[in-house]
């Protein structure tokens, strides 16, 4: 966790210039995170994690259809740009043991988070996601799809210490439910223009 930790804080406030309107040029992603909106006013509202979230592109993009949201990073310094820039509650924190109450929240997004965890880690984020939704709370997760893991010591003009691990959807899928989550519906798409070269897998999970 501390080589990911520095990692991002370090290239923060590059990542949050080159990311933070990324939503705009991805219709797919969009559409699915209307879906999380929707389904979480449908249910009577509550509190959704943006867990992972960057620089709050994320988030911000759930509280514009409604939802209440918090915003949760490894990196401090990435979560306080998600509160200057965007203005969303936003704290530093571990996947693996999240800063939640059982049963608090009515939704959460993960994207691009799990990525940087082993299989033990990743083991203990999913069983914390699923800790912290309510009964029928929702889950999306996001990742790159394939079975390598990419390192780099170079990013966005910075000297960094990163492991990028790739999903399979089955291993992802499998990870939910292993956690106890019921998944309802896994999309896939092609990379889009200006971005990383990778096929995308997006599921959403219930408890």
Do not use: C, N
């Not at 210490?161 to 399979?168: G, L, M, P, Y």
């Amino acid at each position: 966790m501390g080589r990911t930790r520095a990692t991002y804080d370090r290239v923060a406030e590059a990542y949050a210039d080159r990311f933070v309107d990324e939503l705009d040029g991805k219709p797919i992603d969009r559409a699915l995170l209307g879906l999380v909106a929707e389904d979480v006013a449908a249910r009577g509202g509550g509190r959704v994690a943006d867990l992972g979230a960057g620089p709050g592109q994320i988030g911000a993009y759930l509280r514009e259809r409604g939802a209440e949201v918090v915003a949760l990073d490894l990196s401090p310094a990435m979560a306080g740009i998600a509160r200057k820039r965007l203005g969303l509650p936003a704290t530093a924190g571990d996947l693996t043991a999240l800063p939640f109450a059982s049963d608090s929240l009515s939704g959460a997004t993960a994207f691009y988070t799990l990525i940087h965890l082993e299989d033990r880690s990743v083991t203990a984020a999913t069983k914390e996601i699923a800790r912290v939704l309510r009964p029928g709370g929702v889950v999306l997760v996001a990742v790159h799809i394939g079975d390598q893991v990419v390192h780099l010591d170079e990013w966005l003009g910075a000297q960094v210490d990163v492991d990028f691990r790739f999903f399979t959807t089955d291993d992802l899928v499998g990870h939910l439910v292993a956690a106890g989550l019921q998944v309802e519906s896994v999309t896939e798409r092609a990379p889009g223009p200006g971005e990383a070269e990778t096929r995308r897998a997006y599921v959403l999970a219930r408890r």
